[in-house]
C-alpha cells in the first residue's frame, strides 16, 4: 500500500540509503507536481548501466547544492522537469527559486535532446548542459531563449564541480 511504501521510503532516508529529487514547473509547461525521483547514495545499487551514471550525477550535483548553499548562503535546490506530454529534463538547479542550470545526462554523445529543448524554450535558464558519459565533444550548441546548451564529457563536468 501507498502509505507502507512511503513509510519504507522514509526510513531509507533516514539510513542514508536514498534521497528524493523533487518535480519543478508550473502550469505554463504543464508540469508534472508530484512524482520525486528516488536516488541511492550509492550508485552501484542501480540497476543498469544508465541508471548508475544518472544516480552519479545526481549525486554529485546534491553534494555540489549543498555546498554551495554552506559556502555562499545562497538558496540552491536540485530538482528535475517532467511535463505530462513525456518531455523531460534529468536536473533543473534553481537559484533563490528560479532555474539557473539545465542539466541533461546521456550514455553517447548525442543532438540536442528534446526535453532540454523544451524546456529551454518555455523557461529562461542562463546555463544549460548536456552531458556525456562516453563522450568525447566538448562545444556550444544552439542558443534557445537567452540560454545556451554545452555538450560535454561527464569526466569534464564533474571535474569542474568543487
Known amino acids: 500500500s501507498f502509505p507502507t511504501i512511503k513509510?519504507?521510503?522514509?526510513i531509507f532516508e533516514k539510513l542514508y540509503g536514498v534521497f528524493r529529487i523533487y518535480p519543478f514547473g508550473s502550469h505554463k509547461i504543464k508540469a508534472v507536481k508530484k512524482e520525486a525521483k528516488l536516488y541511492f547514495w550509492d550508485w552501484c545499487q542501480a540497476s543498469s548501466e544508465s541508471a548508475q551514471f544518472e544516480n552519479l550525477v545526481a549525486v554529485h550535483l546534491l553534494r555540489w547544492v549543498h555546498w554551495m548553499q554552506d559556502i555562499y548562503g545562497e538558496k540552491y535546490e536540485l530538482r528535475y522537469f517532467r511535463n505530462t506530454v513525456g518531455h523531460e529534463v534529468d536536473f533543473i538547479i534553481l537559484l533563490n527559486g528560479n532555474p539557473h542550470y539545465a542539466i541533461e545526462v546521456k550514455m553517447d554523445d548525442r543532438p540536442l535532446d528534446q526535453g532540454i529543448k523544451y524546456f529551454m524554450e518555455?523557461?529562461?535558464v542562463p546555463y544549460a548542459f548536456q552531458i556525456a558519459r562516453h563522450g568525447k565533444l566538448d562545444y556550444l550548441g544552439p542558443k534557445l531563449k537567452?540560454?545556451?546548451?554545452r555538450?560535454?564529457?561527464a569526466a569534464r563536468f564533474l571535474a569542474c564541480l568543487p
Not at 7 to 10: H, N
Not at 146 to 149: A, E, F, L, R, W
Open 122 to 124: 518555455r523557461v529562461n
Open 7 to 10: 513509510k519504507w521510503i522514509e
Open 146 to 149: 537567452g540560454g545556451q546548451v
Open 151 to 153: 555538450f560535454i564529457p
